[in-house]
């Protein structure tokens, strides 16, 4: 056949609707098993950030709503943690669009005072050596690189770098300051949510 711009276009269109057709469908195919594995990562991360608790934190989530109506709006979700009843802490899903690559997801876990227990990076595209460091680095001993045990409340939850408490990853400062930024985001939701559980427990 002639070559011809018309049937170039019409090759490329071709080629175009079978690719995507493809790709739709490979994508039905396998969103369920995506989301069921994200729903269990999830899940174990709350087990793992949260203090021990014998309710169900999914059955009582809290979605709050941080800066709302602004262009940095940010979606919050606070699973309490109870034991017989009582407010023990809660794991926190928290996020920022700040990160050296752009969005982090991270779960902390707060004790009923609001100090940091644990945490568990959920999501992020940090460069691998650099940012990705930030799931052990502030769990560790050295220096002031640890935020556990730190209370929000009563420390200065920023890089070192900007007169804060804790010590950035080396040569990753933007990773540093977006993870802090949802541990902070974080905790001002577990304070909101903490607030309105007192309420409740007050009116019944």
């Not at 790709?23 to 594995?37: E, P, Q």
């Not at 941080?66 to 809660?90: C, F, H, W």
């Not at 930030?134 to 690189?145: D, P, V």
Request: with cysteine; proline share 2%.
């Amino acid at each position: 056949m002639q070559s011809s711009l018309k049937n170039m276009v019409l090759s490329l269109g071709l080629i175009t609707i079978v690719a995507a057709l493809l790709l739709g469908g490979v994508y039905v195919l396998t969103a369920d098993t995506i989301a069921k594995a994200e729903l269990k990562a999830q899940i174990d991360a709350i087990g793992e950030v949260a203090p021990e608790f014998d309710n169900n934190p999914l059955e009582e989530v809290y979605i709050h709503k941080a800066n709302a109506g602004t262009k940095d709006s940010l979606t919050i979700e606070v699973y309490p943690a109870r034991m017989g009843g009582k407010l023990v802490g809660a794991a926190v899903k928290s996020s920022s669009m700040n990160g050296f690559s752009g969005e982090i997801t991270i779960m902390y876990g707060f004790k009923a005072d609001g100090t940091v227990n644990n945490y568990k990076v959920l999501k992020h595209a940090e460069t691998a050596g650099l940012g990705s460091k930030m799931q052990e680095w502030f769990r560790s001993l050295k220096g002031n690189q640890s935020v556990l045990g730190l209370n929000p409340s009563k420390d200065n939850m920023t890089v070192s770098k900007d007169g804060g408490a804790v010590d950035a990853i080396t040569a990753a400062t933007i990773t540093s300051r977006a993870f802090l930024e949802a541990l902070n985001s974080a905790f001002e939701a577990y304070c909101a949510v903490t607030e309105k559980d007192k309420e409740g427990q007050n009116n019944e």
